[in-house]
């Protein structure tokens, strides 16, 4: 019998644990700034703190100064309140301390650390890779690692030149610059981004080049482009510059031939040619003909980037030797 009353007691107990509410776990108290929470316009961050259950009121302290009394309307339960947003001019560590209904701190302070340059953008990746040749207007896409409210792009080519355009950003880090316009010939981009926190690291430095309209340019996957505006030969390959040298063109007397030449094998040579010559052939399907005009050294390297030769294109005596050695034989030039 006290047995069987002893195992109907047990029953009813476990039946009454099973079905009592769980007592409510008071939450650890703890400050932190989400990256919601941060306003990258403003420089401003909010912070949030979860506080126990008995804590009437919340104060937040920076460097020993109240910034903000929180009042906790129900202290019996645990919960989460936020800050106004405050302003982050200088790295900073926030305390948040509770306090009971009579003032008495009912847990020690908690802290949070917010540096701005862990929140300024990262040195941005630049898409484009370098050596491409863009139109005169193009865009530009970079990333970065935190939002970017702003940017400054130079392109230091013949002139240092700030490029202004229309910037958008996107909460991924994603910048797009559109309507830029680069300079004729060979620019170095370079290109930095800020916020409120701060401003980036450069991003690489990335050499593009603007040759005018691409319609304009051979459809070949491999040429040579002798551009007398620019004063430069460029070895291009599927859309991007290789290689690009500085040169010298004919005088107005005996200018450069216009125009599409094959380029023949280097031949060796000296004085006024340099150590290497390169002939340029007019061509129709396979027959070639000599034009008597070559790609070369020369013993006047003053001359480089002015008008000065017979018609010739010449290079630094340093050049013609790697363009012997990269470009291949037969490649296609354009002369314009």
């Known amino acids: 019998m006290n047995i069987r009353r002893s195992l109907i007691v047990a029953a009813l107990l476990a039946a009454a644990c099973a079905t009592a509410p769980a007592v ?3 939450a650890a108290p703890q400050v932190s700034v989400p990256a919601d929470k941060i306003d990258y316009s403003a420089g401003t961050v909010t912070l949030v703190v979860d506080y126990p259950a008995g804590t009437s009121r919340v104060d937040l302290t920076a460097a020993g100064q109240l910034l903000q009394s929180i009042a906790i309307a129900d202290p019996s339960t645990a919960g989460t309140c936020s800050s106004d947003p405050a302003a982050l001019k200088v790295d900073t560590t926030f305390l948040a301390q509770g306090f009971d209904g009579t003032g008495q701190s009912v847990w020690s302070p908690v802290s949070v650390s917010i540096s701005r340059v862990k929140l300024r953008p990262t040195a941005p990746r630049i898409a484009l890779r370098g050596g491409s040749l863009i139109e005169s207007r193009f865009t530009l896409t970079a990333t970065t690692g935190h939002p970017a409210t702003g940017y400054l792009i130079r392109a230091a080519g013949f002139d240092d030149n700030v490029l202004k355009g ?24 370079r290109l930095w ?14 050499n593009l080049f603007n040759l005018g309209a691409k319609i304009k340019l051979p459809k070949a996957a491999r040429y040579v482009l002798v551009d007398k505006r620019s004063m430069s030969l460029y070895d291009v390959f599927q859309g991007r510059v290789l290689h690009y ?7 107005p007397q005996t200018p450069t031939p216009n125009g599409y030449f094959k380029l023949g094998k280097a031949q060796p040579a000296s004085g006024p040619w340099g150590p290497l010559r390169r002939p340029l052939y007019r061509f129709s399907g396979s027959h070639l003909r000599p034009t008597g005009f070559y790609i070369h050294g020369n013993d006047e390297p003053w001359s480089i980037g002015t008008m000065a030769s017979h018609g010739c294109v ?5 050049d013609i030797r790697l363009v012997a050695r990269y470009v291949p034989v037969w490649a296609l030039v354009l002369i314009r």
Not at 195 to 200: D, P, Q
Not at 245 to 251: L, N
């Open 245 to 251: 040298f500085p040169v010298a063109v004919g005088t």
């Open 314 to 318: 010449r290079m630094f005596n340093a």
């Open 166 to 189: 229309t910037c958008t950003t996107a909460a991924d880090g994603l910048v797009v610059l559109a309507g830029l316009r680069l300079p004729y010939g060979p620019e170095t981009v």
């Open 24 to 26: 409510a776990q008071a």
């Open 193 to 206: 981004l800020a916020n409120a926190f701060g401003t980036s690291a450069a991003a690489t430095r990335v």
